[in-house]
Nanobody, 122 residues
Framework: QVQLVESGGGSVQAGESLRLSCSAS????????MGWVRQPPGKEREGVAGIWPSGGLTNYADSVKGRFTISQDKAKNTIYLEMSNLKPEDTAMYYC???????????????WGQGTQVTVSS
């Protein structure tokens, strides 16, 4: 079955950076749309960034454009989320997710990782 494993979360101060990683199977990496979805405490899930690894297409939420970058390492079947200039409002549980369709809404992803916590302090 589809398995997604996130890592790289932690606690940082505003303005600092983190890089999240999500490892998937070769099949998922080659055939699925993959993305990062976050859920701030007490709030709804929101899409952060997505990528179609086989095609290289990417998209971002307006709130993270210019600060976050989604990328891939095909040899490792891994996607990354490079986060710079982190803000307190970026604090959330970050999930790696996958779908058989491109550019789906956060609630429409079919497969989910366990999540990794990112906490940003002022």
């Amino acid at each position: 079955q589809v398995q997604l494993v996130e890592s790289g979360g932690g606690s940082v101060q505003a303005g600092e950076s983190l890089r999240l990683s999500c490892s998937a199977s070769a099949y998922v990496f080659s055939n699925y749309y993959m993305g990062w979805v976050r859920q701030p405490p007490g709030k709804e899930r929101e899409g952060v960034a997505g990528i179609w690894p086989s095609g290289g297409l990417t998209n971002y939420a307006d709130s993270v454009k210019g600060r976050f970058t989604i990328s891939q390492d095909k040899a490792k079947n891994t996607i990354y989320l490079e986060m710079s200039n982190l803000k307190p409002e970026d604090t959330a549980m970050y999930y790696c997710a996958a779908s058989t369709r491109y550019g789906v809404d956060p609630d429409d992803f079919e497969y989910w990782g366990q999540g990794t916590q990112v906490t940003v302090s002022s």
